[in-house]
C-alpha cells in the first residue's frame, strides 16, 4: 500500500511550467522604475513591495490550502489573524525588557499565536465548518458570522481600542544600500515568508503526507478505503490554515506597528484579492499574486497615494480578463 502511495505521483506527466504569469513580477518593477526616476527609491520600494506580498502570502496560504485541499470557503480567517495579533502584544508585553521588546519576545509571540490560532481554528471547523461543508452559500454566511463573534470576544479580552505593537530595538532602523534604505524588519519578515513557501511546498509536492491530501481531494473514498482518515487530514489542513493566519497577524501587526480588533476583516480585503489572482487553492498562484499586490499597493501609494487599494482591484480586473481563472488555477 505504502508503495502504491509513493509511486502514484510518477504515474502522472507533469504539465509544463507556465513562465509568462511569474514574468510579471518583473514586469511590475520595471514598469515602475521610469514612474518612480530615482533609483534608490526604486529599490527601497521594491523591496517593500516583497516584504509586504511575503507577510501577505503567509496570511492567504492558509487560506488557500483550505479551499484548494477541502473546497471551504472559509471568510472567518480573518479572525485567526486579528487573534495573532492581539496574542502578540500580550507576549510581547509579558516578555518586554528594560529598553522594551526583545527579539526573543518576537519568535516566543510567533509560536504562541500560531498554537492558539491553530486551536481556535481546531473549534471552528468543529463548531462552524464541519455542519456545512459542500454549501458554499451558507459556508460563506456562517464563517463570517463567526469573525463577527469573534471580534466581539476579542473586544471582551483586550478591548476595542487600538494597541501598539512595537518593534524590538534590534528591528529597528534600516541597512543602507548607497542612498536605498532596507528595513531590518522587513528583511526578517521575507525570510519568514519564504520559509513558509518553501515549507508548503515540500510538504504538498515531495512528502506522504502530501501526497495523502492531494489524493484525498480527488478521490476521498478510495484513500478511505486504503485505510487512511481523510476527516482527520483536512482537518489538520484547517488547523495548519489557521495557524499560518496566526503567524501572518503577528508579522502584520508588527509592519503596522499596532492592532485593532477589525485588523482581520482589513486585511480579508487583500487576502481574496490575493487568492483570486493566483488561481483559488493554487499555493504557487498565491505566492506570485501576493507579491504583485504588494509590489502594486507600495508603488502605487508612492505615486498615487489615494489609488493604492484601487491599484489592486484593478490589477485582478486586468489578470482575470488575461487568465479567467487567475494565473495559476488548480487543475482539476
Not at 16 to 45: E, K
Not at 102 to 130: D, K, P, S
Not at 296 to 303: C, P
Not at 312 to 331: C, D, E, S, T
Request: with cysteine; charged share 10%; hydrophobic share 60%.
Amino acid at each position: 500500500m505504502s508503495d502504491i502511495a509513493t509511486a502514484a505521483p510518477a504515474a502522472i506527466p507533469k504539465a509544463a511550467f507556465d513562465w509568462r504569469p511569474a514574468a510579471l513580477l518583473l514586469a511590475v518593477p520595471l514598469l515602475a522604475l521610469p514612474a518612480l526616476g530615482n533609483t534608490s527609491t526604486w529599490i527601497t520600494l521594491t523591496f517593500a513591495g516583497l516584504a509586504m506580498g511575503l507577510i501577505i502570502f503567509v496570511i492567504a496560504s492558509g487560506l488557500t490550502l483550505v479551499f484548494g485541499l477541502m473546497d471551504v470557503l472559509n471568510f472567518g480567517h480573518g479572525v485567526f489573524i486579528a487573534l495573532g495579533a492581539f496574542i502578540a502584544t500580550s507576549v510581547m508585553g509579558w516578555t518586554a525588557g528594560a529598553d522594551g521588546p526583545t527579539v526573543a519576545g518576537v519568535f516566543l509571540a510567533m509560536l504562541v499565536a500560531m498554537a492558539v490560532a491553530g486551536a481556535a481554528g481546531w473549534a471552528f471547523e468543529r463548531v462552524i465548518v464541519r455542519p456545512v461543508y459542500g454549501l458554499h452559500l451558507k459556508q460563506i454566511l456562517i464563517t463570517m458570522g463567526g469573525m463577527i463573534v469573534g471580534e466581539e470576544l476579542i473586544k471582551v479580552i483586550w478591548g476595542p481600542l487600538q494597541i501598539a505593537l512595537p518593534l524590538p530595538q534590534a528591528l529597528r532602523g534600516a541597512w543602507y544600500v548607497g542612498e536605498a534604505a532596507i528595513e531590518r524588519y522587513r528583511v526578517l519578515a521575507c525570510v519568514i515568508g519564504l520559509l513558509v513557501f518553501l515549507a508548503l511546498v515540500f510538504t504538498l509536492n515531495r512528502t506522504k503526507l502530501g501526497l495523502l491530501i492531494r489524493a484525498g481531494v480527488q478521490d476521498r473514498s478510495m484513500v478511505e478505503a486504503l485505510g487512511y482518515r481523510i476527516q482527520r487530514l483536512f482537518v489538520g489542513v484547517f488547523v495548519g490554515g489557521s495557524a499560518l493566519a496566526g503567524l501572518g497577524g503577528v508579522l502584520w501587526g508588527l509592519y503596522q506597528q499596532s492592532v485593532t480588533p477589525q485588523i482581520g476583516a482589513q486585511v480579508n480585503v487583500l487576502i481574496f484579492i490575493v487568492i483570486i489572482i493566483g488561481g483559488l487553492g493554487s499555493t504557487f498562484g498565491c505566492f506570485v499574486g501576493a507579491l504583485l499586490v504588494g509590489l502594486m499597493a507600495n508603488y502605487t501609494g508612492y505615486l498615487a497615494p489615494k489609488l493604492a487599494l484601487f491599484s489592486n482591484i484593478a490589477l485582478m480586473v486586468a489578470v482575470l480578463l488575461w487568465r479567467p481563472q487567475g494565473l495559476y488555477p488548480v487543475k482539476s
